[in-house]
C-alpha cells in the first residue's frame, strides 16, 4: 500500500516550459488536492477535485490546469512555467464525508530558472 | 469554511507537555476541528480531530471549549522528533471539500 505517490520528486524548469506533475492514490479516496508551499510559508490550495470528473478552483489557481484522469489520478499541469512557481508542490487525498483524514505525497520540489 | 489563529512560534522542553493554541471563533455548527503537523519538508501528517468533546488517541488530546471557539492540542511528553510546523483547520465533513490550512505554529521542542 504504497498511499499518495507524486512524481517526480524534483523538477528543474525554464521559464516558459511547461510541465505535468502526477499524482496517485491507492487508497480508493474520492477527493484530491494539490497545494504549493512556498519557503516559510503554508500550504495553499491550488485546486481539488471532490470525485472523479469534477475540478474546483482553490486559492492560488492562476498559471495551472488539473485533470482527474480517473479515481486514482489528479494532475497538476503548468502550461508556461514562471520563476513565481518555484514552490514544493503537495498532492493529497481523502475519502468524502464523514472522517476525513487527508493522506499528503512526499512532495514534488520544482525550481523554475 | 471558518478560518484559525494560531501563534507563529512556541517552544517547549523535551519531556514536557506542548499545548498548542487554536483560535476558530467562527466555526460553525456542522464544522471540525482538524489538526495536522509537517516534520521539516515532508508532507502533512494527520493528527486528531474533534467536533466538541475532548479527544485523545496515541499521538495526542485536542481539548475543545465548550463555546467551540477556541482549541488546544496537547502533546503530553514532547520529544525532540516533535519539532514540527502543527496546523489547525476547521471543515465540515460534508458539503465543503476544501481543507485549507494557514500557517500553523512552529514549534520547537528543545532538548
Known amino acids: 500500500n504504497a498511499g499518495v505517490t507524486q512524481t517526480p520528486k524534483f523538477q528543474v524548469l525554464k521559464t516558459g516550459q511547461s510541465m505535468t506533475l502526477q499524482c496517485a492514490q491507492d487508497?480508493?479516496?474520492?477527493?484530491m488536492y494539490w497545494y504549493r508551499q512556498d519557503p516559510g510559508m503554508g500550504l495553499r490550495l491550488i485546486y481539488y477535485?471532490?470525485?472523479?470528473?469534477?475540478?474546483d478552483k482553490g486559492e492560488v489557481p492562476n498559471g495551472y490546469n488539473v485533470s482527474r484522469l480517473n479515481k486514482r489520478e489528479f494532475s497538476l499541469r503548468l502550461e508556461s512555467a514562471a520563476p513565481s512557481q518555484t514552490s514544493v508542490y503537495f498532492c493529497?487525498?481523502?475519502?468524502?464525508?464523514?472522517?476525513?483524514?487527508?493522506?499528503f505525497g512526499q512532495g514534488t520540489r520544482l525550481t523554475v530558472v | 469554511d471558518a478560518k484559525t489563529t494560531q501563534p507563529p512560534s512556541m517552544d517547549c522542553a523535551e519531556g514536557r507537555a506542548a499545548n498548542l493554541p487554536c483560535n476558530h471563533s467562527?466555526?460553525?455548527?456542522?464544522?471540525?476541528v482538524y489538526w495536522y503537523r509537517q516534520i521539516h519538508s515532508q508532507g502533512p501528517q494527520y493528527i486528531i480531530h474533534?467536533?466538541?468533546n475532548n479527544e485523545t488517541n496515541e499521538m495526542a488530546s485536542l481539548i475543545i471549549t465548550e463555546d467551540r471557539k477556541s482549541s488546544t492540542l496537547i502533546l503530553p511528553h514532547a520529544t525532540l522528533r516533535d519539532t514540527a510546523v502543527y496546523y489547525c483547520?476547521?471543515?465540515?465533513?460534508?458539503?465543503?471539500?476544501?481543507?485549507?490550512f494557514g500557517k500553523g505554529t512552529k514549534l520547537t521542542v528543545n532538548p
Open positions: 487508497m480508493n479516496h474520492n477527493s
Open positions: 493529497a487525498s481523502n475519502s468524502r464525508g464523514g472522517f476525513r483524514e487527508a493522506f
Open positions: 483547520i476547521v471543515s465540515p465533513t460534508v458539503g465543503s471539500e476544501k481543507l485549507v
Open positions: 474533534g467536533l466538541k
Open positions: 467562527t466555526i460553525s455548527g456542522n464544522e471540525y
Open positions: 477535485s471532490a470525485s472523479e470528473g469534477t475540478t
